[in-house]
């Protein structure tokens, strides 16, 4: 195991909707030494526990009863999706050098002259 591992282990939410399969996979997953931060037995708890612990990784079952695991993953990455003002500016540049424009006024004038858009227009 390297020393990154020892020094921070990865933790993982293991969330499936039987417990011998949990059960199975913490024995797997200590036995390597990685940590099992929790446990969720359907997608609400799961999502519950990865707001709560933040793990590194979650195993995720796709067929729980209740809230199942592809809408639970939906709501953990939508929660966690977010973008700094950097982020846009760093797009936005990269979109303009794409295009060949300097700045925003030459995407104004860019715009005009395709007609995108029309002078009056909302």
Do not use: N
Not at 1 to 18: F, K, L, N, S
Not at 32 to 47: M, P
């Amino acid at each position: 195991m390297t020393d990154a591992v020892e020094q921070h282990p990865i933790r993982v939410v293991v969330a499936d909707d039987q417990a011998l399969v949990r059960i199975g996979f913490r024995l797997i997953l200590e036995s390597e030494g990685i940590e099992v931060a929790a446990e969720a037995e359907d997608g609400e708890q799961a999502v519950a526990a990865v707001r709560r612990t933040r793990p590194d990784v979650v195993l995720m079952d796709i067929r729980m009863p209740g809230l199942d695991g592809l809408e639970a993953t939906r709501r953990i990455l939508a929660g966690r999706l977010q973008l700094s003002e950097a982020t846009v500016k760093t797009h936005v540049a990269r979109i303009l050098g794409k295009l060949g424009l300097r700045d925003r006024a030459q995407v104004v004038v860019a715009a005009y002259e395709t007609g995108l858009v029309s002078a009056g227009a909302p």
